[in-house]
């Protein structure tokens, strides 16, 4: 079952902070993070597993809350480079795939 | 390395035809994913593969659609016969310790 995400949309102005929500129905063994640009591909941002390891990627931090089966990815001092459509994709087991949420728009003006 | 490398980058058909689209995962990958993006779903996954086996298809839309790993280099993803509600952006993604790489994507137009 799809995550769901949220905001759906969001406008910040360079500098400002924001924060991007994903919650499960199920119960979460990891929640990978990507970043589409328009016009390509998704890139991988981060994962959270289960436990709390962590791994990360830029200045973009995540936390993992497994018993709220919630994830929040946080944007802090954002950058025009920031814009694009993020996407969480949780796990339910250690071998088993991701199933994306429909992503966040996130959209940084001077 | 050269990442995932999908082709075509374009394809666009006749309803009715035959479409074949290819991916070649990176090197020492032994996970592949074929996912479809449009914007009234999002990215959903169709099929995935783990050496070469494919282990979860559910996501595969119709008989119409069959996917194939025949080595650890290359997967194809395969319509027959194509509608116009196939249309959209076809990403084959690869990963060995969890994290995805993800190819260019192949968009696909079916008049």
């Known amino acids: 079952q799809q995550p769901v995400q949220s905001p759906q949309a969001v406008i910040l102005r360079e500098g400002e902070d924001a924060v991007i929500n994903c919650s499960s129905s199920?119960?979460?063994?990891?929640v990978h993070w990507y970043r589409q640009k328009h016009g390509e591909a998704p890139v991988f941002l981060m994962i959270?597993?289960?436990?709390?390891e962590q791994k990360g990627h830029e200045k973009i931090s995540a936390s993992f809350n497994e018993k709220k089966q919630q994830s929040s990815l946080y944007l802090t001092a954002s950058q025009l480079s920031y814009s694009g459509t993020y996407f969480c994709?949780?796990?339910?087991?250690?071998?088993?795939?991701?199933?994306f949420g429909k992503g966040t728009r996130l959209s940084v003006i001077a | 390395d050269a990442g995932v490398i999908q082709s075509p980058r374009h394809e666009v058909t006749e309803m009715g035809q035959e479409v074949t689209l290819r991916c070649k995962p990176i090197?020492?990958?032994?996970?592949l994913f074929w996912y479809r993006q449009t914007m009234m779903r999002g990215l959903e996954l169709l099929i995935y593969?783990?050496?070469?086996?494919?282990?979860?298809d559910s996501g595969m839309p119709e008989d119409r659609f069959s996917a194939k790993m025949p080595n650890a280099s290359f997967s194809t993803l395969k319509i027959q016969p194509s509608e116009p509600r196939d249309s959209a952006v076809y990403f084959c993604?690869?990963?060995?310790?969890?994290?995805?790489?993800f190819g260019p994507g192949t968009r696909l137009t079916v008049l």
């Open positions: 993604a690869s990963s060995y310790h969890g994290e995805q790489f």
């Open positions: 593969f783990n050496n070469n086996v494919p282990i979860d």
């Open positions: 090197s020492g990958h032994d996970y």
């Open positions: 994709g949780p796990t339910a087991g250690r071998n088993t795939p991701l199933v």
């Open positions: 959270l597993l289960k436990g709390g």
């Open positions: 199920k119960a979460l063994y990891s």
